[in-house]
């Protein structure tokens, strides 16, 4: 069962090359590796051209964002599964054939993670209680923040095309968008071993670049319910989120005296309340 595997990179000539490396090292599955160069102007692209050649297989493009590179290389690849990593990110050893090992043995599953160790500027540290990973139903977890990481994830390219892969309008939660997608239609199934390392404290992560992730949120979450695919009691799980964080975006846009964005808050907090 051939996976592809997609790396985005974006001026990490240092970071990208250590993640490629934790690829290389993975035995036991077969894989082809995939990594999108989103325009990069630090040389990127010609380094792993010369130390890289044919073990990998290398896309240049404008700078689009992280959701278009990654679609961009599962479309490029042939790989029955596909899994992601980012490109300040590592894989363990023995990654990607224990969650290949799970899906060959689960025929009805369709996606799997694995657990992470995080670091930040260097330093291991643990995820709080309220960022631990759900195993199975994740729809109403899910909602308040990511407990999916893309780098953590192998799936059927059947369930990433049925889903229309990451949503390129969002700039940022484009994977937390997914996941909820993808929630609505399947478990999302956790393995317990931590087999990635997710690497924090950068200066360009985006979560560094946009104020208020929240508003990309409240944006998928509100497309969900008006495109009529959540049960009852998602419904009403998803309103009650949805309501909570638009009062909240509300009062900060606010004080910041952005009386429009408030009111248009106001006005989505109102209509789900």
């Not at 029955?80 to 590592?90: G, K």
Request: aromatic letters at 6%.
């Amino acid at each position: 069962m051939l996976t592809t595997v997609v790396i985005p990179t974006h001026n990490r000539r240092t970071m990208v090359r250590e993640a490629i490396d934790s690829v290389l090292n993975q035995q036991g599955a077969d894989y082809e590796l995939l990594v999108v160069d989103d325009g990069s102007a630090d040389g990127t692209a010609m380094e792993l051209q010369r130390d890289y050649g044919d073990r990998l297989h290398l896309l240049r493009t404008e700078n689009r964002g992280v959701s278009a590179a990654r679609n961009l290389g599962v479309l490029a690849g042939s790989g029955d599964c596909i899994a992601f990593l980012d490109s300040d990110d590592l894989w363990l050893p023995g990654k990607l054939a224990a969650q290949i090992d799970f899906l060959r043995m689960n025929p009805s599953a369709s996606i799997c993670q694995v657990e992470e160790l995080w670091y930040r500027d260097g330093r291991r540290v643990n995820p709080c209680r309220h960022h631990r990973k759900p195993d199975g139903a994740i729809f109403e977890r899910s909602l308040d923040l990511c407990l999916v990481s893309p780098s953590a994830v192998v799936m059927r390219r059947g369930l990433f095309e049925r889903m229309g892969g990451f949503d390129e309008s969002l700039p940022a939660c484009e994977d937390y968008d997914l996941w909820l997608r993808i929630g609505v239609e399947t478990q999302v199934h956790l393995l317990p071993q931590p087999l990635v390392i997710k690497r924090g404290g950068h200066a360009d992560q985006l979560s560094r670049r946009f104020w208020g992730m929240d508003r990309f949120r409240v944006a998928s979450i509100s497309r969900l319910i008006e495109a009529g695919r959540l049960d009852a009691p998602r419904r009403s799980a998803a309103a009650a989120v949805l309501k909570r964080k638009c009062d909240i975006l509300a009062k900060g846009a606010a004080r910041r005296r952005r009386q429009d964005e408030a009111m248009r808050y106001m006005q989505l907090a109102a209509l789900y309340g």
